[in-house]
């Protein structure tokens, strides 16, 4: 067989590997890697590493895009729009406070999840073998 190429019963055995969704994706939220749940997924804030140092498993395969930017103004959106209003309504703040404490909270809880979802977002695309990450692991 030549250099660089994979064995079908090899291949075969890695694609009938089953890869739970639900772990992977808890992982990837706590910012691991998807396959082992040990060495680091980022480099940087959002920067996803080219590889697991622990397992090795190749993570450059990832599209995550612009997919955890939207799911993060979907989720902040939902939570902050009732909030206001419900804050709004109870105390009657000045407008310019109002703005102020949830433009804070806003900002910080889109840093927060950000980072987050993008690394769910990876660990579904691992799980479901999208973008590459169906070959050998």
Same mark, same amino acid.
């Given at each position: 067989?030549?250099d660089?190429?994979?064995?079908?019963?090899?291949?075969?055995?890695? +694609? $009938? =590997?089953? #890869?739970?969704? @639900?772990? &992977?994706?808890? #992982?990837?939220?706590?910012?691991?890697?998807?396959?082992?749940?040990? @060495?680091?997924?980022?480099?940087?804030?959002?920067? /996803? !590493?080219?590889?697991?140092?622990?397992? %090795? =498993? &190749?993570?450059?395969?990832? #599209?995550?895009?612009?997919?955890?930017?939207?799911?993060?103004? +979907?989720? /902040?959106?939902?939570?902050?729009?009732?909030?206001?209003?419900?804050?709004?309504?109870?105390?009657?703040?000045?407008?310019?406070?109002? &703005?102020?404490?949830?433009? /804070?909270?806003?900002?910080?809880?889109?840093?927060? $999840?950000?980072? !987050?979802?993008? %690394?769910? $977002?990876? &660990?579904v695309?691992?799980?479901? !073998?999208?973008? @590459?990450?169906?070959? #050998?692991?």
């Amino acid at each position: 067989m030549p250099d660089g190429q994979i064995p079908q019963d090899s291949l075969r055995e890695d +694609l $009938l =590997e089953d #890869r739970p969704i @639900g772990p &992977a994706m808890l #992982r990837g939220w706590r910012r691991r890697c998807p396959c082992c749940g040990s @060495g680091p997924l980022l480099r940087g804030y959002l920067k /996803v !590493r080219e590889s697991c140092p622990v397992c %090795g =498993e &190749a993570l450059h395969h990832q #599209r995550a895009d612009d997919g955890p930017a939207y799911l993060t103004i +979907l989720i /902040v959106g939902h939570l902050m729009a009732p909030i206001i209003l419900w804050a709004f309504v109870k105390w009657r703040p000045d407008p310019l406070i109002l &703005a102020s404490v949830f433009s /804070v909270g806003t900002v910080a809880l889109s840093l927060y $999840l950000l980072p !987050r979802l993008k %690394g769910a $977002l990876v &660990a579904v695309q691992w799980a479901k !073998r999208m973008h @590459g990450f169906g070959g #050998r692991s």
